[in-house]
Nanobody, 116 residues
Framework: VQLQASGGGLVQPGGSLRLSCVVRGIIFSSDVMGWSRQVPGEQRESVAAISTVGPGTYADFAKGRFSISIDIAKNTVYLQMNSLKPDDTAVYYC???????????WGQGTLVTVSS
Protein backbone atom coordinates (compact mmCIF):
# COMPACT_ATOMS: atom_id res chain seq x y z
CA VAL A 1 0.00 0.00 0.00
CA GLN A 2 1.27 3.46 -0.92
CA LEU A 3 -0.25 6.79 0.00
CA GLN A 4 0.30 9.98 -1.99
CA ALA A 5 -0.72 13.23 -0.31
CA SER A 6 -1.13 16.55 -2.08
CA GLY A 7 -2.89 19.89 -1.85
CA GLY A 8 -0.76 21.78 0.63
CA GLY A 9 0.40 25.31 0.04
CA LEU A 10 0.42 28.87 1.30
CA VAL A 11 -2.90 30.35 2.35
CA GLN A 12 -3.90 33.48 4.21
CA PRO A 13 -5.55 33.29 7.62
CA GLY A 14 -9.25 32.59 7.20
CA GLY A 15 -8.67 30.81 3.91
CA SER A 16 -9.33 27.23 2.85
CA LEU A 17 -7.40 24.30 1.45
CA ARG A 18 -8.37 20.78 0.46
CA LEU A 19 -5.82 18.04 0.95
CA SER A 20 -6.04 14.81 -1.01
CA CYS A 21 -4.55 11.41 -0.31
CA VAL A 22 -4.60 8.78 -3.03
CA VAL A 23 -4.24 5.20 -1.87
CA ARG A 24 -2.42 2.95 -4.31
CA GLY A 25 -3.68 -0.45 -3.30
CA ILE A 26 -6.86 -1.93 -1.92
CA ILE A 27 -8.86 -0.20 0.80
CA PHE A 28 -10.55 -2.79 2.99
CA SER A 29 -13.88 -2.06 4.60
CA SER A 30 -12.25 -2.33 8.02
CA ASP A 31 -9.48 0.17 7.23
CA VAL A 32 -9.40 3.53 8.97
CA MET A 33 -8.05 6.51 7.06
CA GLY A 34 -6.80 9.62 8.74
CA TRP A 35 -4.80 12.82 8.69
CA SER A 36 -2.20 13.89 11.20
CA ARG A 37 0.04 16.92 11.32
CA GLN A 38 3.43 17.80 12.67
CA VAL A 39 5.25 21.01 13.40
CA PRO A 40 9.06 20.72 13.41
CA GLY A 41 10.26 19.94 16.90
CA GLU A 42 6.84 18.83 18.08
CA GLN A 43 5.02 15.54 18.22
CA ARG A 44 2.76 14.45 15.40
CA GLU A 45 -0.89 14.90 16.32
CA SER A 46 -4.04 13.40 14.94
CA VAL A 47 -6.34 15.74 13.02
CA ALA A 48 -9.19 13.56 11.78
CA ALA A 49 -10.06 9.98 10.92
CA ILE A 50 -12.72 8.15 8.97
CA SER A 51 -13.69 4.59 8.15
CA THR A 52 -15.40 3.39 5.00
CA VAL A 53 -18.69 3.02 6.83
CA GLY A 54 -18.78 5.63 9.58
CA PRO A 55 -18.64 9.40 10.10
CA GLY A 56 -15.42 11.27 10.62
CA THR A 57 -13.92 11.96 14.02
CA TYR A 58 -11.94 15.10 14.78
CA ALA A 59 -9.46 16.57 17.15
CA ASP A 60 -10.96 19.40 19.17
CA PHE A 61 -9.03 22.04 17.21
CA ALA A 62 -10.45 20.68 13.95
CA LYS A 63 -14.11 20.44 14.91
CA GLY A 64 -16.30 22.86 13.00
CA ARG A 65 -13.48 23.88 10.65
CA PHE A 66 -12.17 20.69 9.04
CA SER A 67 -14.05 17.94 7.26
CA ILE A 68 -12.71 14.52 6.31
CA SER A 69 -14.27 12.46 3.56
CA ILE A 70 -13.51 9.36 1.54
CA ASP A 71 -14.26 8.55 -2.10
CA ILE A 72 -13.94 4.79 -2.40
CA ALA A 73 -14.36 4.86 -6.18
CA LYS A 74 -11.27 7.08 -6.43
CA ASN A 75 -9.37 5.46 -3.54
CA THR A 76 -8.94 8.97 -2.17
CA VAL A 77 -9.35 10.60 1.22
CA TYR A 78 -9.84 14.33 1.50
CA LEU A 79 -9.37 16.86 4.25
CA GLN A 80 -11.24 20.08 3.67
CA MET A 81 -9.82 22.79 5.89
CA ASN A 82 -11.68 26.07 6.36
CA SER A 83 -11.10 29.12 8.53
CA LEU A 84 -7.41 28.33 8.65
CA LYS A 85 -5.26 29.88 11.35
CA PRO A 86 -1.50 30.42 11.59
CA ASP A 87 -1.47 27.66 14.23
CA ASP A 88 -2.58 25.23 11.55
CA THR A 89 0.78 25.59 9.85
CA ALA A 90 2.33 22.12 9.74
CA VAL A 91 3.20 19.19 7.53
CA TYR A 92 0.08 17.13 7.07
CA TYR A 93 0.33 13.38 6.69
CA CYS A 94 -2.31 10.90 5.61
CA UNK A 95 -2.45 7.48 7.19
CA UNK A 96 -4.10 4.17 6.54
CA UNK A 97 -4.63 1.94 9.57
CA UNK A 98 -5.19 -1.66 8.54
CA UNK A 99 -7.02 -3.20 11.46
CA UNK A 100 -6.96 -6.80 10.18
CA UNK A 101 -3.15 -6.89 10.16
CA UNK A 102 -2.46 -4.22 12.83
CA UNK A 103 -0.45 -2.24 10.27
CA UNK A 104 -0.07 1.44 9.48
CA UNK A 105 0.88 3.12 6.23
CA TRP A 106 1.85 6.78 5.90
CA GLY A 107 2.01 9.21 3.03
CA GLN A 108 4.95 11.52 2.48
CA GLY A 109 3.37 14.67 3.91
CA THR A 110 2.27 17.92 2.40
CA LEU A 111 3.17 21.33 3.85
CA VAL A 112 0.43 23.75 4.81
CA THR A 113 1.50 27.30 5.63
CA VAL A 114 -1.03 29.79 6.94
CA SER A 115 0.39 33.28 6.83
CA SER A 116 -0.44 36.75 5.67
Amino acid sequence: VQLQASGGGLVQPGGSLRLSCVVRGIIFSSDVMGWSRQVPGEQRESVAAISTVGPGTYADFAKGRFSISIDIAKNTVYLQMNSLKPDDTAVYYCKLQRVISDSEYWGQGTLVTVSS
